[in-house]
């Protein structure tokens, strides 16, 4: 349907989006900045245990900036994810400045007078976390989200048809072979009458081994119009394979990264691979929880120790909750298996490893 201007309805409603997504970012990200601000000031100043005669006032300004923080972080998570759909960097970003927030706590008190009891620091850092906890629960979802599709996309389609060179318009067979993982003739695009005069086929074996096949070389498509016939023992067929010289072996490894059979065949490695990096995660989590805790737990005491040397306090006071250091663990986790994804994409459809 087309609106006055000729533009199509979709469009608009395309464009009004994108417009106030650009809002909710800007707008956000300006409250944020403010509220974010005051009560940084707010732990700063009432840091100092000389200025707890103004705590009243400041526990009224903390009341006030919690929820514009938290809702502006809201409004910049949800912004960002939808003008930034497909960037998994930026929900990257975002959840570690999600982690840096919530982990205000472990190393603002380096910076200021130390561990503080005032009511209105301690006010002050709950909001900061709060505005962190909403972020971060944006960015996981929206990461693990674009992460998710991505990958169900590549173990559906592989690589995008534009990307391909041989075979492009080839339609798979509705007879078809499908056998996960299998050479070129057990896959959905290897053509049946081609393939009863193939001598690949017949030698039972692969033509991105051989570098030459049926969408590269005109002498198979020429023996199965032909109707060459090709003898049944498969050492007899190999002798048949033609040969093209006038190609260097990368000039061959190139034909085949654009092709449909091998990017089939790169499809199905990346569905294989897939669920073993996932599996990988959870079993290294669930084997290796308590000492990659306790590693965890000693860096961020280490960083505690060396922060507090530099302020000349007293190192290693501060307890580290158990909490954050779980939640830093889950965090590096899920960074972790994004990038792993990102790289076994890259390592399947690009490198064609
Ligand atoms: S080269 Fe082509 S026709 Fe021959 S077996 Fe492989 S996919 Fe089938
Ligand atoms: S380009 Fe490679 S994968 Fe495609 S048919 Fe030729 S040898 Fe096989």
């Known amino acids: 349907m087309s609106t006055p201007?000729?533009?199509?309805l979709t469009e608009v409603l395309s464009d009004f989006l994108s417009l106030c997504a650009r809002i909710l970012l800007y707008v956000g990200g300006v409250a944020a900045g403010i509220s974010g601000a005051v009560l940084i000031f707010t732990i700063f100043k009432m840091g100092d245990s000389s200025a707890a005669a103004g705590t009243a006032d400041a526990l009224r300004n903390v009341g006030l900036m919690q929820p514009i923080f938290a809702i502006s972080l809201l409004a910049v998570g949800i912004g960002s994810t939808y003008l930034f759909w497909g960037e998994e960097a930026v929900s990257a970003v975002a959840l570690v400045l999600a982690a840096a927030l919530f982990f205000l706590p472990l190393y603002l008190p380096l910076m200021t007078a130390g561990p503080d009891t005032n009511e209105a620091v301690r006010k002050a850092y709950a909001a900061v976390q709060d505005g962190g906890t909403v972020l971060g629960i944006i960015s996981i979802v929206s990461l693990l989200t674009q992460v998710g599709i991505k990958s169900r996309d590549r173990v559906k389609v592989?690589?995008?048809?534009?990307?391909?060179?041989?075979?492009?318009?080839v339609k798979e067979e509705t007879?078809?072979?499908?056998?996960?993982?299998g050479k070129c003739w057990q896959l959905p695009y290897c053509r049946k009458f081609v393939r009863e005069r193939c001598p690949i086929y017949h030698s039972r074996r692969t033509c991105w081994r051989e570098q030459t096949g049926c969408m590269c070389e005109e002498e198979v498509i020429k023996g199965a119009m032909e109707n060459r016939p090709i003898p049944k023992d498969a050492l007899l067929a190999a002798n048949m394979i033609p040969r093209n010289n006038r190609l260097t072996v990368d000039q061959k490894r190139e034909r085949c990264r654009n092709c449909v059979i091998y990017n089939e065949?790169?499809?199905?490695?990346?569905q294989a691979l897939l669920p073993t990096v996932l599996i990988f995660y959870v079993a290294l989590y669930a084997l290796l929880r308590t000492p990659l805790l306790e590693a965890t737990k000693s860096m961020v005491f280490n960083v505690n120790r060396v922060i507090y040397?530099?302020?000349?306090?007293a190192a290693g006071t501060n307890q580290v909750p158990p909490v954050f250091v779980e939640g830093l663990l889950v965090v590096t986790f899920i960074v972790m298996l994004s990038y792993s994804l990102k790289m076994l994409e890259y390592a399947v459809f690009k490198l064609k490893l």
């Not at 201007?5 to 199509?8: K, Q």
């Not at 007879?175 to 993982?181: A, M, P, T, Y």
């Not at 065949?265 to 990346?270: D, V």
């Not at 040397?309 to 306090?313: A, P």
């Open 175 to 181: 007879e078809k072979n499908n056998v996960f993982l």
């Open 265 to 270: 065949h790169q499809r199905q490695k990346y």
């Open 158 to 169: 592989g690589v995008k048809a534009d990307s391909l060179k041989y075979g492009k318009g």
């Open 5 to 8: 201007g000729g533009r199509d």
């Open 309 to 313: 040397g530099l302020s000349y306090g």
